[in-house]
């Protein structure tokens, strides 16, 4: 919604920005993202949408892509968010294609203020492999005292 004002949008941001406050093109690769977007927006983060991740094991043009853009953001001096990381392999994949962030249940599911601490905690531990993501998950509703399984929104370097 922001970029259908391009030139007010364009002044905003860039005050923003000006301030300090980093600022992240989201669900890069669909919807209204573009190329041209990055050349002209303050942007310091792209965030790779969590379809390219999920299919990324068997769809070889979703690798591709998060391959791509990985490459792209790099080059431009920008970080790259994996959305959507739900397993130790898709987080391994999104570190072999050069992701420098990731966010997604693995890691940990949103959580209020003060349980963060606690949740950087275990996610160094998943970054570093000392945790072993179990076996997946069968009802619907998400099970956070499962030992292993680590959920989250929050993004953490890949």
Same mark, same amino acid.
């Given at each position: 919604?922001?970029?259908? =004002? ?29 190329? !041209?977007?990055?050349?002209?927006? *303050?942007? %310091?983060?792209?965030? #790779?949408?969590?379809?390219? #991740?999920?299919?990324?094991? %068997? ?14 953001? =790099? ?13 130790? +392999? ?10 420098? +962030? ?5 890691? !940990?599911? *949103?959580?209020?203020?003060?349980? #963060? *601490?606690?949740?950087? +905690? ?10 072993? +993501?179990?076996?997946?998950?069968? !009802?619907?509703?998400? %099970?956070?005292?499962? *030992? ?6 929050? !993004?953490?370097?890949?």
């Amino acid at each position: 919604m922001l970029l259908a =004002n391009s030139q007010a949008t364009l002044s905003m941001l860039q005050h923003i920005h000006m301030l300090g406050v980093h600022i992240a093109m989201d669900d890069f690769g669909t919807g209204y993202s573009s190329l !041209s977007y990055l050349r002209s927006f *303050p942007f %310091d983060k792209i965030k #790779i949408d969590q379809s390219f #991740i999920t299919d990324a094991g %068997d769809i070889d043009s979703s690798v591709a892509i998060i391959r791509a853009v990985t490459s792209l953001g =790099n080059s431009l001096g920008m970080q790259t968010t994996a959305e959507g990381v739900e397993t130790v +392999e898709q987080l391994e994949r999104v570190r072999r294609e050069g992701c420098t +962030e990731a966010q997604g249940f693995l890691l !940990s599911r *949103p959580l209020p203020a003060r349980d #963060i *601490p606690a949740m950087l +905690e275990r996610t160094r531990a998943v970054v570093a492999g000392e945790i072993i +993501e179990t076996e997946p998950e069968t !009802s619907g509703e998400r %099970d956070t005292d499962k *030992p292993g399984r680590r959920r989250s929104r929050a !993004s953490v370097p890949a």
